[in-house]
């Protein structure tokens, strides 16, 4: 770009008649020896430049109420001289005429006016460690200069008259949308490309909710006990615990109990001349909240001095809720008198399925082609869209309860119970779906002598989350325990029995899909 004093070195004092606000007249034809007729070529392409400014303000008119969107931003070191050098002007200006001052301040002044700012250059491009509005290319010269490029997702910036728009930044936080590409000159110059969007963000991985306390809900009633008496007796069976919940709490207030609540234990049995049996132990309550399952109740107790005594059977353990252990069964209830059985221990509650893996976000969209100037050039191409984000995994699934323990005999004669099976494992929780691709920018629209920008390409679907792994079984109860007989001759041992089996492990979850 020309600035004053290379004005000077090149036009002599004569070649100035006047200079007014806005425009610049020159007359004469005499030049120094040797130089060369720069300033007259740059005249004429004021003169073309301020005719082509009227025309694209007629052919676009909201650049002429808001100039500064497609105007350099300050600074322009590459343009504006110093004080000094403006007082070089001054002085030969001044020396054809008493206006030279005033021509000064009219020079001055309009260097100053944003109509003119740089009338040549390519704007500049954004800085790689852009921030926010930052990440815009500068817009390029009001005559001609192409514009900078983006980063970062930024657009590209505008060419002024002539010149081709920058390329719009590519995205580089996940899920950000491309930068639109700058428009090229608004009489002639391609349209820049948009950038490309960013990869989706990718899912949350399974969590399961986190209990508000670990208060358990209402244990279950315990069963009724027939009073001591003749006769072949039995003990009720207790009920079945509360599932964990929100519970009303006064009028206005409710409460959260998230473990399930305990089974009730059976009910004992004792006669003094006939058979006994003990009631069974409830089912625990499932869990809620996350909370865990309840214990199974205990099976009740059994004595009698004839016939066959049996001890009730323990309770089943209540499931866990989302990726939560369940409870624990009941211990067998003990037997003695006659031919004594002990109660078999309560299975354990089935672990929680594991949470879902969350959805993998929506890639982000390509930018937008600039569009072509008016009379020639090409639109810029649009940017591609990002994928989809991947699928978050799904968490493990809540470990089985462990199996209650058998019932004993107190008696040389019978068999104790055997050991509850450990719960099964929960299954894994489901993968997270993959997020949906990014929209395509669109391609610019060309100029006259020209052609539009192709669309950009679609972003891929992401990938299917995978699947949480199956909880760990709960441990077998272990076997009552019998009792040998009487010192002074070899008793009877009790009949031994093994212990539970262990849970299953719980199966691992689907996989998310893609989207």
């Not at 300050?74 to 343009?79: F, G, L, Q, R, W």
């Not at 005033?102 to 740089?118: I, M, V, Y």
């Not at 460690?129 to 500068?138: H, L, Y």
């Not at 950000?176 to 009489?187: A, F, P, S, T, Y």
Request: hydrophobic share 25%; charged share 10%; aromatic share 4%.
């Amino acid at each position: 770009m020309l600035c004053p004093d290379d004005l000077e070195s090149r036009v002599p004092t004569s070649g100035f008649r006047s200079i007014r606000e806005g425009t610049l007249t020159l007359s004469g034809t005499a030049y120094a020896p040797g130089k060369s007729p720069l300033f007259a070529s740059l005249a004429v392409a004021v003169g073309l430049g301020g005719s082509a400014l009227g025309a694209a303000a007629l052919l676009a008119p909201e650049a002429a109420a808001a100039p500064d969107d497609w105007l350099p931003a300050a600074p322009y070191s590459e343009c504006l001289p110093p004080a000094d050098g403006c007082a070089n002007v001054g002085a030969a200006v001044g020396a054809e005429g008493a206006h030279g001052s005033a021509n000064l301040a009219t020079l001055q002044a309009a260097g100053s006016n944003s109509l003119f700012r740089p009338l040549f250059g390519n704007g500049a491009d954004a800085p790689a460690d852009c921030v926010g509005t930052a990440c815009n290319g500068r817009h390029g010269g009001l005559i001609w200069g192409n514009g900078g490029a983006g980063a970062n997702g930024g657009n590209g910036g505008n060419a002024g008259l002539l010149g081709n728009g920058g390329r719009g930044g590519d995205a580089t936080t996940p899920g950000q949308n491309g930068g639109h590409g700058g428009n090229g000159g608004r009489l002639w110059g391609n349209g820049g490309d948009g950038g490309n969007g960013a990869l989706g963000v990718v899912g949350p991985a399974g969590a399961g909710p986190t209990p508000p306390s670990s208060l358990p809900a209402a244990t279950g009633t315990r069963g009724d006990s027939p009073p001591y008496g003749y006769g072949n007796l039995v003990g009720g069976d207790g009920e079945t615990g509360a599932d964990g919940g929100r519970y009303p709490f006064g009028a206005n207030w409710s409460l959260d109990l998230p473990v399930g609540g305990a089974g009730g234990a059976g009910g004992w049995a004792n006669s003094i001349d006939g058979s006994a049996t003990g009631g069974n132990g409830g089912t625990g309550g499932n869990g809620a909240f996350g909370g865990r399952g309840g214990n199974g109740g205990a099976g009740g107790s059994a004595y009698g001095r004839g016939g066959i005594t049996t001890g009730g059977n323990g309770g089943a353990g209540g499931d866990g809720s989302t990726g939560a252990a369940g409870g624990r069964g009941g211990d067998g209830g003990s037997a003695s008198g006659g031919y004594a059985v002990g109660g078999d221990g309560g299975d354990g509650g089935r672990g929680g399925t594991g949470a879902d893996g969350g959805t993998g976000g929506i890639g982000g969209a390509g930018g937008n082609g600039g569009r072509a100037g008016l009379f020639g050039g090409n639109g810029g191409k649009g940017g591609d869209g990002g994928s989809g984000g991947d699928g978050g995994v799904g968490a493990t699934g809540g470990v089985g309860g462990d199996g209650g323990v058998g019932g004993g005999i107190l008696t040389a004669t019978g068999s104790v119970g055997a050991g509850g099976s450990g719960g099964t494992g929960g299954t894994g929780g489901r993968g997270g779906d993959g997020g949906e691709g990014g929209a395509p920018g669109l391609g610019g629209a060309g100029g006259l002598a020209g052609r539009s920008g192709a669309d950009g390409r679609a972003g891929d679907a992401g990938t299917g989350g995978r699947g949480g792994a199956g909880g760990h079984g709960g441990k077998g109860g272990i076997s009552g325990t019998g009792t040998p007989g009487g010192a002074g001759q070899s008793g009877q041992s009790a009949t031994g029995r093994s212990g539970g089996a262990g849970g299953e492990g719980g199966s691992g979850g689907p996989g998310g899909a893609d989207d």
